[in-house]
């Protein structure tokens, strides 16, 4: 054997060791990225699960509101400034049929919706109706802040309600 053979086998053993390693490295690649798209198919599916839970939750809400009144929706805090007839209070700090005051009590008029009622309102969620107002007529509700900031930045809205 002389120099050229041995150099042409050792040229040819070189060769198919890379082709070997490319081989094993393509192979081993591919299996990582399989990995990957497989890992990404799971969670694509998961997220369509979970958006079919969102849209089933949304169309039952909907469902729940349709038919609803619309009530205007005001708000009002503990007892109001002296002089100052923006925001009403509540005197004692208790509705009218004796509870504390609470963010999910709201002020209705009975004649409209009874007192000691659950209502859903649209924005707010689940309240109690516990209390009356002097200017709380027909379809209006007001719903009690803790504070005069938060009843002046509710402001007054239209909202769905429903009563359970």
Known sequence: ?????????????????????????QAYIAAALSQELEAAFKEQAEIRQKQDEIWQRQERILRIFEGAETFEVTAYTHVAIPGVADINGTGDGLTSIGLPVSERFVAVDPRVIPLRKWLIVEGVGLVYSADTGGAIKGNRIDIFKECRKEAFEWGRRKARVVVL
């Open 1 to 25: 054997m002389n120099r050229h053979t041995i150099a042409l086998y050792f040229l040819l053993l070189t060769i198919v060791c890379l082709l070997v390693f490319n081989v094993y490295t």
